[in-house]
């Protein structure tokens, strides 16, 4: 069964970085298409990022300010996070589809973390 771990949440100033970490036990990630997503209290679920081999795909809301990236050896996927926004606070996901297809539903995925919380603030 694969297992996934995010770390790497806290609280950050608007116009700070985070880096998000996603860790797999269990299986090798490299077969699988990785997303992060992300929840605001009281919102739906929303696909932000994701990775299909070597492509990425980022939502409109983060592109030029999120990158998603891969390490085979680590066995782990990376959200770095700059220029953050009041309107990126929430809880941030990791996913993994078996397929290999990926996208932005949560329909999509297999195995899910447990979550990791992002707060900005002044």
């Known amino acids: 069964q694969l297992q996934l771990v995010e770390s790497g949440g806290g609280l950050v100033q608007p116009g700070g970085s985070l880096r998000l970490s996603c860790a797999a036990s269990?299986?090798?990630?490299?077969?699988?298409?990785v997303g992060w997503f992300r929840q605001a209290p009281g919102k739906e679920r929303e696909g932000v990022s994701y990775i299909l081999s070597s492509f990425t795909y980022n939502a409109d809301s983060v592109k030029g300010r999120f990158t998603i990236s891969r390490d085979h050896g680590k066995n782990t996927v990376y959200l770095q996070m700059n220029s953050l926004k009041p309107e990126d606070t929430g809880v941030y996901y990791c996913?993994?589809?078996?397929?290999?297809?990926?996208?932005?539903?949560?329909?999509?995925?297999?195995?899910w973390g447990q979550g990791t919380q992002v707060t900005v603030s002044s």
């Open positions: 996913a993994a589809d078996a397929s290999g297809r990926g996208g932005f539903s949560r329909d999509e995925y297999d195995f």
């Open positions: 269990g299986y090798t990630l490299d077969y699988y298409a």
